[in-house]
């Protein structure tokens, strides 16, 4: 087996035990083929820098990331809500192109993840090699590539980069 295998064996395996909480032999066995079966079959696709997992300043970064994530999404949530409930406040659909400087495809997905799931944003094309993302955006504030990449990717891609590249 690969390093990385190996790394995405363990990750596997912890998950799975924290979620099956409390462990017993059944979950435990059953854990040990899933994580095994993942890992064999997409171990060297997941991890292509299997040093990244051995920082703990990373896992530090990502716990600072989900509360900074969580209270995006609040904000978006509230400003749809707000223009379902007042259909007087103005819609300005459109795709806008965004520019990123992260580089991996783990951060880039993470990226698009991130901006997806916060409402009234979608991620709808990436391009990797150029750091050029698609964003569909409800209310278009500036069609700019710099101010637009501001606004949608600036809050998360400073700390992606700290996570992931």
Not at 35 to 42: F, P, Q
Not at 51 to 59: D, E, I, T, V
Not at 115 to 141: F, N, R
Request: proline share 6%; hydrophobic share 50%; glycine share 4%.
């Amino acid at each position: 087996m690969k390093k990385s295998q190996i790394i995405l064996f363990i990750l596997s395996l912890l998950i799975w035990t924290f979620l099956t909480w409390p462990p017993d032999i059944q979950h435990i066995i059953v854990g040990i083929l899933v994580a095994g079966l993942v890992s064999y079959l997409t171990g060297d696709l997941f991890v292509k820098r299997p040093h990244h997992f051995l920082s703990p300043a990373r896992y530090l970064w990502f716990l600072y990331y989900i509360p900074v994530f969580i209270w995006e999404c609040l904000k978006a949530n509230i400003d749809v809500a707000r223009r379902v409930v007042h259909p007087d406040l103005p819609i300005n659909p459109g795709i806008v192109k965004v520019k990123t400087n992260l580089k991996s495809d783990t951060a880039l997905t993470f990226l698009a993840n991130s901006i997806t799931l916060t409402p009234g944003t979608m991620s709808v094309d990436i391009i990797p090699e150029e750091g050029i993302l698609y964003i569909h955006w409800i209310d278009v504030k500036d069609k700019d590539i710099q101010k637009a990449s501001e606004i949608i990717v600036r809050r998360f891609e400073k700390i992606l980069s700290k996570i992931f590249e």
